[in-house]
T-cell receptor, first 116, second 114 residues
Framework: AQSVTQPDIHITVSEGASLELRCNYSYGATPYLFWYVQSPGQGLQLLLK??????LVQGIKGFEAEFKRSQSSFNLRKPSVHWSDAAEYFCAVGPLNNNAGNMLTFGGGTRLMVKP | KAGVTQTPRYLIKTRGQQVTLSCSPISGHRSVSWYQQTPGQGLQFLFEYFSETQRNKGNFPGRFSGRQFSNSRSEMNVSTLELGDSALYLC?????????????FGPGTRLTVT
């Protein structure tokens, strides 16, 4: 069965510091990988996605993620964190071809706090 | 394009009652999925509808059901509410095909069962 692990439940960084959020997955086929962000009381906003090609993908709000097949990882990074980045971040995997179904499996989330 | 909309945004119900939540997908999106989010269990897949048919179902009891209409709008129903059903219910829509297609989420319906 597919699974997604986000090892860090909480992370606190200072504003202006760099950030890396970890994500490891287990999936039977070639996965389609996502990072979503959720602000308090809100739905999920897609930050970026990976399905093939260049293993370093760029997303919105200055985020990027790197797919490493050998490590089954898809870590999210940002070179300089802003106070407005404080939120919960979710890594997810889904089917590359959703003709037969369209289910996302989510990690447990990482709550990011930003110190001034 | 308008995003995914969900109504109502907040709901308070009593144990034993039933509730219906509504989701309108992005125009042109024919797949609608529902997820339950709780502090203890995180984000869990409930079910997915495509072309008015349930294609996938998560590991939830039969009290949770849904349907999709010809205009792709979807509703989910929870009967005989339990305290543990208190959660944020998220709806997501996407295109369907040889893919890949991402899911876009609505703001959610916050259900509180007392």
């Amino acid at each position: 069965a597919q699974s997604v692990t986000q090892p860090d439940i909480h992370i606190t960084v200072s504003e202006g510091a760099s950030l890396e959020l970890r994500c490891n997955y287990s999936y039977g086929a070639t996965p389609y990988l996502f990072w979503y962000v959720q602000s308090p009381g809100q739905g999920l906003q897609l930050l970026l996605k990976y399905f093939s090609g260049d293993t370093l993908v760029q997303g919105i709000k200055g985020f990027e993620a790197e797919f490493k097949r050998s490590q089954s990882s898809f870590n999210l990074r940002k070179p300089s964190v802003h106070w407005s980045d404080a939120a919960e971040y979710f890594c997810a995997v889904g089917p590359l071809n959703n003709n037969a179904g369209n289910m996302l499996t989510f990690g447990g989330g990482t709550r990011l706090m930003v110190k001034p | 394009k308008a995003g995914v909309t969900q109504t109502p945004r907040y709901l308070i119900k009593t144990r034993g009652q039933q509730v219906t939540l509504s989701c309108s997908p992005i125009s042109g999106h024919r797949s609608v999925s529902w997820y339950q989010q709780t502090p203890g269990q995180g984000l869990q897949f409930l079910f997915e509808y495509f072309s008015e048919t349930q294609r996938n179902k998560g590991n939830f009891p039969g009290r949770f059901s849904g349907r999709q209409f010809s205009n792709s709008r979807s509703e989910m129903n929870v009967s005989t509410l339990e305290l543990g059903d208190s959660a944020l219910y998220l709806c997501a829509s996407s295109l369907v095909g040889d893919g890949p297609y991402e899911q876009y989420f609505g703001p959610g319906t916050r259900l509180t069962v007392t």
